[in-house]
């Protein structure tokens, strides 16, 4: 994998993430799985390692990683209430 083709990977994964939270913002769980399913994809390419980035190549994926990060909080905004919502659902019955 090239520097050139890490940045795209985590562009895509940064863009992916972004319509994640986008979706489950507006309730469209089934869009939001596709994505997700996506957004795993483009990460199993992580799986056999990446070079190592520099320059202004490494705080490029820095400035993704943050996005991502940003992303995963607001997605998570949207699903520990409701998660917190049906685990003491369940307990009650």
């Known amino acids: 994998m090239t520097s050139n083709e890490v940045l795209s990977m ?12 986008v979706a489950a913002q507006s309730g469209d769980w089934k869009h939001f799985d596709s994505l997700k399913a ?20 490494r705080l490029r994926k820095i400035d993704l990683l943050k996005q ?17 919502q049906l685990e003491r659902a369940m307990r009650a019955h």
Do not use: F, H
């Open 68 to 84: 991502i990060m940003a992303n995963d909080r607001a997605v998570r905004d949207v699903t520990e209430p409701w998660m917190g």
């Open 10 to 21: 985590y562009e895509n994964i940064a863009g992916l993430t972004g319509k994640m939270a």
């Open 38 to 57: 996506q957004c795993a994809a483009q990460a199993g390419a992580t799986a056999s390692g990446v070079p190592p980035l520099e320059g202004a190549k």
